[in-house]
């Protein structure tokens, strides 16, 4: 078992760098105005990214396919998103339909 | 000076719609449950009960929190498992380019602000048409989901055992869900839309073979997929605009709902 102090550091470690990642955006646009076409590049980059991990965390868990269950879910609460219904419907239908479906013995 | 910094720190509780509140809380409610099946994670692979609260507090990026415990109780070693979570929690690094203006004006609140940054604040306030509304939606989310996280890792600590299976409420599907859901208006923009789906399909793809973190920064290529074809000059909606609509003619999920 990793020791208290080991556990520590790599705890540090890892807030020390999460956080640089997350504060050098804000920090640099403190400083300078970004010309528009930056600005337009990374809105896209992040949405780019945000599809990257609702992709990955519907589809892989552990290197391996999650389940058709929580698949069939978000694409329920995907198609409910495209035809614009409320955020909350979208939500609470991705889950209760993977939720259902683990019920009736779907992975 | 100072009055206008108080006119700045007023103005997001103003712009706090009821459609927000609801929309938070829903999350919150998701993430104080899945923090609860985190912290009995944690302590049931054998970390003392401060290590997952700590974590929590301190690194605040539940996928990255996972994958560390894992690791560790796993067997591997432990500079490996550092590495590998600091590789998934990159993303942040765009997130805070992109949407850095959404935190606020001042060093506090952006040194403050940056430790807020998720998937689910950044979307948030991504999805919100102007600057006052975004900054309120991502420091309501942000910080209410501070909150609701690190009081579920730290019940789900001390519970143990008795915490249910949290896939059992289709939870995990939730998730991807909400991103999905926030970032649809951006996704009728049609460069945006072939980045997006180029990117998220190159990730998928990379997943099963890649180390976790990887995928989702190798998606940036999907960028290349979202370049227009059409002459210089011409106009092109940014996912910014997208996202805002023009005159309201495109309102996101969460706008005015």
């Not at chain 2, 550092?82 to 040194?111: E, K, M, S």
């Amino acid at each position: 078992m990793t020791g208290t102090s080991t556990l520590l550091v790599a705890i540090a470690v890892l807030a020390v760098g999460t956080y640089a990642c997350r504060v050098a955006g804000p920090l640099l646009r403190a400083r300078v105005t970004l010309p528009e076409q930056v600005e337009r590049l990374t809105g896209r980059a992040t949405v780019v990214l945000l599809a990257a991990v609702a992709a990955t965390s519907t589809l892989i868990v552990d290197h391996g396919f999650a389940g058709p269950a929580r698949l069939v879910g978000v694409v329920v609460g995907g198609l409910l998103a495209w035809r614009r219904a409320p955020f909350a419907a979208v939500v609470l239908a991705a889950a209760g339909t993977t939720a259902a479906l683990r019920a009736c013995g779907v992975t | 000076m100072r009055a206008l910094s108080r006119q700045v720190a007023v103005r997001p509780r103003h712009d706090l719609d009821r459609g927000l509140a609801r929309d938070v809380a829903l999350i919150c409610g998701a993430y104080a449950l899945v923090g609860g099946s985190f912290g009995a994670i944690a302590v049931g692979a054998g970390l003392p009960v401060w290590a997952p609260v700590l974590l929590s507090v301190v690194v605040f990026s539940g996928a990255s929190q996972f994958l560390l415990v894992a690791l560790l109780t796993g067997g591997g070693g432990v500079v490996p498992a550092v590495l590998a979570c600091l590789l998934v929690n990159t993303r942040h690094l765009p997130y805070g380019f992109a949407i850095g203006d959404a935190l606020g004006p001042g060093w506090p609140r952006r040194l403050v602000g940056s430790h807020l940054l998720v998937d689910e604040s950044v979307v948030f306030a991504l999805a919100r048409r102007d600057e006052g509304r975004a900054r309120a939606a991502f420091w309501a989310c942000g910080l209410s989901l501070f909150v609701a996280w690190n009081v579920g890792v730290l019940a789900g600590a001390f519970a143990g055992a008795a915490v249910p299976d949290t896939d059992a409420f289709g939870l995990d599907a939730a998730f991807p869900a909400v991103l999905l859901a926030l970032i649809m208006p951006a996704l009728r923009d049609s460069p945006t839309r072939r980045a997006a789906l180029a990117g998220a399909a190159l990730a998928a793809v990379a997943a099963p073979v890649l180390p976790a973190g990887l995928p989702v920064v190798l998606a940036l290529a999907g960028l290349l997929a979202g370049r227009t074809v059409r002459p210089r000059g011409a106009a092109e909606p940014g996912p910014r605009q997208a996202v805002r609509g023009t005159d309201g003619a495109v309102p996101g999920p969460v706008d005015e709902r």
